[in-house]
């Protein structure tokens, strides 16, 4: 059973309006999240991640909101730009060691 | 700066035959990993290594063994291949402690069995 879920399989916005990611997660012991990012025939890039001892936390135009007490996490990306275009995975770890991994959803900006 | 190298990029193989993917990684990572990416399953490990001389079987080992060779490079065996196998596998390494330990990814090796 997966343990992390993206149930959106895929998005689209308009350019230069907000884009959100969402990501549940079903284990209490994961501390430890990541969004990645992944063009076509490349391996995913890691984007940005954040701590279970936080609940936000920004990068630039990317920020990563978890909700440790709904067992979920969001990526807000403002604004959306073209070229933000691609598959996100949202991934979880518990020990810094396995980590797993989400579904993907697959964004599309509109110029 | 290379990162994480995988080969071969692409490869085609017969059912019941068998090949080694290759990963090396130059950031002195304990840490490395195999993974694979099949539509609507994003990316599930196959097996990790936390460090050298140690491997763990990860979600999806069945038909996979794996050898961490040393600190750079791990590498996967198919040792009969299957049409379930065909897939895209991702070589990936980690410092593997601290918050600030992301995964780096090598860019995949496409495999097809016929």
């Known amino acids: 059973d997966q343990q992390v879920k993206q149930n959106s399989p895929s998005l689209s916005v308009q350019e230069g309006r907000i884009s959100i990611l969402n990501c549940d997660y079903t284990?209490?012991?994961?501390?430890?999240f990541l969004w990645y990012k992944k063009y076509p025939a490349e391996g995913p890039t890691f984007l940005i991640s954040?701590?279970?001892?936080?609940d936000k936390n920004e990068d630039g135009r990317f920020t990563v909101f978890l909700n440790k007490s709904a067992k979920h996490l969001s990526l807000h990306i403002v604004p959306s730009q073209p070229g933000d275009s691609a598959v996100y995975f949202c991934a979880a770890s518990s020990n810094f060691n396995k980590f797993y991994f989400g579904s993907g959803t697959k964004l599309n900006v509109k110029p | 700066n290379a990162g994480v190298t995988q080969t071969p990029k692409f490869q085609v193989l017969k059912t019941g035959q068998s090949m080694t993917l290759q990963c090396a990684q130059d950031m002195n990572h304990n840490s490395m990993y195999w993974y694979r990416q099949d539509p609507g399953m994003g990316l599930r490990l196959i097996y990790y290594s936390a460090s050298e001389g140690t491997t763990d079987k990860g979600e999806v080992p069945n038909g996979y063994n794996v050898s961490r060779l040393n600190k750079r490079e791990f590498s996967l065996r198919l040792e009969s291949a299957a049409p379930s196998q065909t897939s895209v596998y991702f070589c990936?390494?980690?410092?593997?402690?601290?918050?600030?330990?992301?995964?780096?990814f090598g860019n995949g090796t496409r495999l097809t069995v016929t």
């Open positions: 954040i701590s279970s001892i936080k």
């Open positions: 990936a390494s980690g410092p593997g402690q601290g918050f600030n330990s992301p995964l780096h």
């Open positions: 284990n209490s012991m994961f501390d430890y």
